[in-house]
T-cell receptor, first 112, second 114 residues
Framework: AQSVTQLDSQVPVFEEAPVELRCNYSSSVSVYLFWYVQYPNQGLQLLLKYLSGSTLVKGINGFEAEFNKSQTSFHLRKPSVHISDTAEYFCALPFGNEKLTFGTGTRLTIIP | KAGVTQTPRYLIKTRGQQVTLSCSPISGHRSVSWYQQTPGQGLQFLFEYFSETQRNKGNFPGRFSGRQFSNSRSEMNVSTLELGDSALYLC?????????????FGNGTRLTVT
């Protein structure tokens, strides 16, 4: 079975500090991974995706993620966070051909 | 290009009633998926439609149903509402409708069942 695990439900970080949001996956087939962000009172939007090629993937708003096959991880990072990054972040894995399986989400809180 | 539009934004219903939620996808997108989001269960897949055909269905009871029209607009219906159906219902459209095609989400319909 395919699944994603987000170990941290909440991550508080001081403004301008770096952050890493963790995601581990389990899959018996080719791996494709996504990170989505949900700002308060909004739907989700795509941050970045890994389909193939370079294991370091750059996304919007200064975020990047690194695909690590040996550790079955796809952690999301940003070197310096801003208040506007306050949101919930979801790691996702395609399941079958038509849907995504989402992790339980990590709520990122930026402390001024 | 207009994004995914969900109506209404908020709904309050009573147990036992039924409700219909609407979703207009991005122009040109033929795939529409529905997800239920709750604090306890997170994001759970309900179903996906492509060109008016339901291609995949999640693990929800038969009270949850949906359909897609020829213009790709989609509706989902929940009959005999229960308190546990209170949630944010998110609709997402995609161009190709494969798991690799990025999903574009609407802002959701927040359903409260009392």
């Amino acid at each position: 079975a395919q699944s994603v695990t987000q170990l941290d439900s909440q991550v508080p970080v001081f403004e301008e500090a770096p952050v890493e949001l963790r995601c581990n996956y389990s899959s018996s087939v080719s791996v494709y991974l996504f990170w989505y962000v949900q700002y308060p009172n909004q739907g989700l939007q795509l941050l970045l995706k890994y389909l193939s090629g370079s294991t370091l993937v750059k996304g919007i708003n200064g975020f990047e993620a690194e695909f690590n096959k040996s550790q079955t991880s796809f952690h999301l990072r940003k070197p310096s966070v801003h208040i506007s990054d306050t949101a919930e972040y979801f790691c996702a894995l395609p399941f079958g051909n038509e849907k995504l399986t989402f992790g339980t989400g990590t709520r990122l809180t930026i402390i001024p | 290009k207009a994004g995914v539009t969900q109506t209404p934004r908020y709904l309050i219903k009573t147990r036992g009633q039924q409700v219909t939620l609407s979703c207009s996808p991005i122009s040109g997108h033929r795939s529409v998926s529905w997800y239920q989001q709750t604090p306890g269960q997170g994001l759970q897949f309900l179903f996906e439609y492509f060109s008016e055909t339901q291609r995949n269905k999640g693990n929800f009871p038969g009270r949850f149903s949906g359909r897609q029209f020829s213009n790709s607009r989609s509706e989902m219906n929940v009959s005999t509402l229960e308190l546990g159906d209170s949630a944010l219902y998110l609709c997402a459209s995609s161009l190709a409708g494969t798991g690799l095609s990025p999903l574009h989400f609407g802002n959701g319909t927040r359903l409260t069942v009392t």
